[in-house]
C-alpha cells in the first residue's frame, strides 16, 4: 500500500530505531528566535546519545488553526533533514504502522510549541501513534498560547492581563478574546486525555501557567534550558572610564521585547556618551546604532556570547514587557559579564538579574531614560558590575534527553548481540591472547641475543677504532718524517743539479779542447818526426834559442 511505502521511506531515513517526536510550530532549522534555538539544541541531545529526532510541523503554518486537520500538509524532518510530507492523517498512521511492526521504539513525544498549531491535528496524530504505544507526552513551555491565543497575555497588546480567567468580561472587549473558551478547552482536553507532562524552562512560566491550569499541577516540572555554572575563565577587561559606554539591545524590534524603550534611549539628549548597537538576525537598526548579526543557524561561527565580548558590551538592555517563560539572551549577558537593565515584568529576565545580581531591575521607562541621562552615575554602576570575580559559563540542561537512556531498546539490542559475541569467542580470545604472548616472549629472547651480539660488535669495534687511532698517529708521524725528507730531497736535487750544469759545461769546454787538439796533433807528430831528422846539436840550439 501506499502508506505502508511512505512508512518504509520514513524507516529508511532514520539514523536510529530509538526516536522521538516534536511538534513545532515551525521549521527551526531556518527560524530565529528561543523556541527554534531550543529545536536545534534539543536534536543535538537526541543525536548525541543515538537517537534519532523527528520534527513535525504544518506547511502552512498562518492558516492552520483555521484548516480542518485531515486537510493540513505537515512536514516530516528526520535529523534535520526533509524527509517527506504527508497529509495529517497518514502520520499518525505511517508511524503507528512503524510501531506496530516492532521497528521502531518511540520513546516521546514532545509539544515543542502550540504556537498557531491546530490542536485539534495535534490530538489526531497522538491518539493514533497511542493506540499502538502508550507514549510519554511533554509540553514545552516556551509561551502561553495554552492559555490564549495571545502568546503574551495582552489585553488588546496594551498591557499584561493577568491572565484573565477563562469567560472573564475582558476577554469580549479583546481582540483575542474570541472563542477563548473553546480553545482552552482544546488544549485542556488535549493535555488531560494524553496525560501530558508540561516542562517549564523557569519558576515564573510555571506560575503564570497554573493560574488558568490549577488542576495539573502536579503535571508541571521546572526543567531549565541551561545551566550556569561558575568558572575560572578570565574575561578581556575594559574600563568604561576613559570611553563611551557601549549598549546593545538583542533581539527584533517588537515592543514586547522592549523596542519602545530602545527608540525612547536613542532620542536621549547625551547620546553622543553612548555607542548603541543592535543584536539581531535582521538588520532592523535605527540610525547611529551598529549592527551586529547574531543568527545561529546556517553553521553561525560564533554565539552571542563571543559578540558580546569582541564588541566589548557594557550594559544590555532586556526590556521585554511580559512575563516571558525564559530568555536565552539574558544567559549569554550572563556569561559576557554584561551589566542587564531589565523591566520588572519582564518575567524569567528580572527572576534571575535579582538572583545573580548582575543588573538592575527597573519600575518604568521613565526611570530607565533617567538613569541614562546619568552618564557618570551609570559609569560608576558598570565599573563596579566589572570587578566581579564571579564569572559564569552556560551549558545545556541534557536532563530530557538523559531521561531516556534506559528507554531505548534497539541500541540495547546491538549491546546484548556484541556482549553474546563475545562470550561465543571467549576462549578463543584467551587463547589467542595465550599464543601472542608466547610468541612476544619469544621475540623478546631473540632481541636479547640480537642485543647482546650487538653490544660485543660494539665493543669490537670500539678496540678497532682505538686501534686504528693508534695507527693513524704513526701514520700521522711517518707522514711527517717523510715530508722532512722530501724537503732535504729537494735541496740535494737542486745541489746535483747545479753539479749537473756545471759538468755539462766542462764537458763542453774540454769537448771543444779535444776537437783542438786533435786538429793540432797531426801537425804536433810531423814536427816531431822532422825534428829528430836534425842533428842534435842543432836541435840543442834550437832548444836554447826557444827558451829565451
Not at 518504509?8 to 532549522?29: G, M, P
Not at 492523517?89 to 512503524?98: A, D, E, P, R, S
Not at 678496540?463 to 707522514?479: F, G, I, P, T, V
Request: net charge negative; aromatic share 12%; glycine share 4%.
Amino acid at each position: 500500500m501506499m502508506h505502508s511505502g511512505v512508512a518504509e521511506k520514513i524507516l529508511y531515513h532514520l539514523k536510529d530505531k530509538d526516536c522521538v517526536i516534536a511538534f513545532s510550530h515551525d521549521d527551526y532549522r531556518a527560524k530565529a528566535g528561543g523556541a527554534q534555538k531550543y529545536g536545534i539544541e534539543q536534536q543535538k541531545m537526541m543525536n548525541d546519545r543515538n537517537i534519532s529526532y523527528i520534527a513535525l510541523f504544518p506547511v502552512s503554518m498562518q492558516y492552520a488553526p483555521k484548516i480542518e486537520p485531515k486537510h493540513l500538509l505537515v512536514e516530516v524532518v528526520i535529523d534535520g533533514v526533509t524527509t517527506c510530507f504527508l497529509a495529517a492523517w497518514q502520520v499518525g498512521f505511517c508511524f503507528g504502522t512503524l510501531i506496530a511492526a516492532n521497528k521502531i521504539n518511540l520513546m516521546r513525544i514532545f509539544i515543542n510549541s502550540l504556537y498557531g498549531m491546530n490542536i485539534a491535528m495535534i490530538y489526531e496524530i497522538i491518539s493514533r501513534i497511542k493506540e499502538k504505544k502508550d507514549t510519554e507526552i511533554v509540553h514545552i513551555l516556551h509561551d502561553y498560547y495554552s492559555i490564549c491565543r495571545n502568546i503574551f497575555l495582552f489585553y488588546n497588546d496594551e498591557e499584561f492581563c493577568g491572565p484573565a480567567p477563562i469567560g472573564s468580561p475582558r476577554c469580549a472587549t479583546c481582540r483575542h478574546g474570541e472563542n477563548r473558551e473553546a480553545h482552552y478547552d482544546s488544549v485542556n482536553e488535549l493535555f488531560i486525555k494524553h496525560k501530558v507532562v508540561i516542562v517549564a524552562p523557569s519558576e515564573n512560566g510555571k506560575r503564570i501557567f497554573l493560574r488558568i491550569f490549577k488542576h495539573l499541577e502536579d503535571s508541571v516540572r521546572i526543567v531549565p534550558h541551561q545551566n550556569a555554572l561558575q568558572t575560572n575563565k578570565i574575561l578581556p577587561s575594559h574600563s568604561v572610564a576613559d570611553r563611551r559606554i557601549r549598549v546593545a539591545y538583542p533581539g527584533y524590534s517588537s515592543k514586547y521585547k522592549g523596542w519602545d524603550a530602545w527608540v525612547k534611549l536613542n532620542g536621549i539628549s547625551n547620546k553622543s556618551d553612548y555607542e548603541f548597537y543592535h543584536f539581531s538576525y535582521e538588520d532592523q537598526s535605527l540610525p547611529g546604532t551598529i549592527f551586529v548579526d547574531t543568527s545561529f543557524q546556517n553553521g553561525a561561527k560564533q554565539d552571542t556570547t563571543s559578540k558580546l565580548i569582541e564588541h566589548e558590551i557594557d550594559v544590555i538592555l532586556l526590556w521585554s514587557n511580559w512575563f516571558g517563560t525564559y530568555n536565552y539572551t539574558y544567559y549569554e549577558s550572563l556569561a559576557a559579564n554584561c551589566f542587564v537593565i531589565t523591566y520588572k515584568d519582564s518575567g524569567n529576565i528580572a527572576d534571575q538579574t535579582r538572583h545573580f545580581e548582575n543588573g538592575l531591575v527597573l519600575d518604568s521607562e521613565q526611570e530607565l531614560v533617567e538613569l541614562f541621562h546619568d552618564t557618570e552615575k551609570l559609569k560608576e554602576i558598570v565599573a563596579r558590575h566589572k570587578i566581579t570575580d564571579v564569572i559564569y559559563r552556560i551549558v545545556e540542561n541534557n536532563e530530557l534527553a538523559d531521561e531516556l537512556m534506559e528507554r531505548r531498546l534497539f541500541l540495547h539490542s546491538e549491546y546484548q548481540s556484541a556482549e553474546q559475541q563475545l562470550n561465543n569467542d571467549y576462549e578463543q580470545t584467551i587463547e589467542s591472547l595465550i599464543q601472542f604472548q608466547f610468541e612476544l616472549q619469544r621475540k623478546l629472547k631473540e632481541v636479547a641475543q640480537h642485543y647482546n651480539g650487538l653490544e660485543a660488535r660494539s665493543n669490537e669495534l670500539g678496540k678497532r677504532y682505538n686501534e686504528n687511532l693508534a695507527h693513524s698517529q704513526q701514520l700521522e708521524d711517518r707522514n711527517n718524517e717523510l715530508f722532512h725528507k722530501d724537503i732535504e730531497n729537494m735541496a740535494n736535487i737542486q745541489l746535483l743539479t747545479s753539479q749537473l750544469n756545471e759538468f755539462h759545461a766542462n764537458h763542453h769546454m774540454t769537448s771543444n779542447r779535444l776537437a783542438q787538439l786533435e786538429g793540432e796533433g797531426f801537425l804536433k807528430t810531423f814536427v816531431r818526426a822532422f825534428y829528430k831528422l836534425i842533428p842534435r846539436r842543432v836541435r840543442l840550439k834550437l832548444k836554447k834559442f826557444v827558451g829565451m
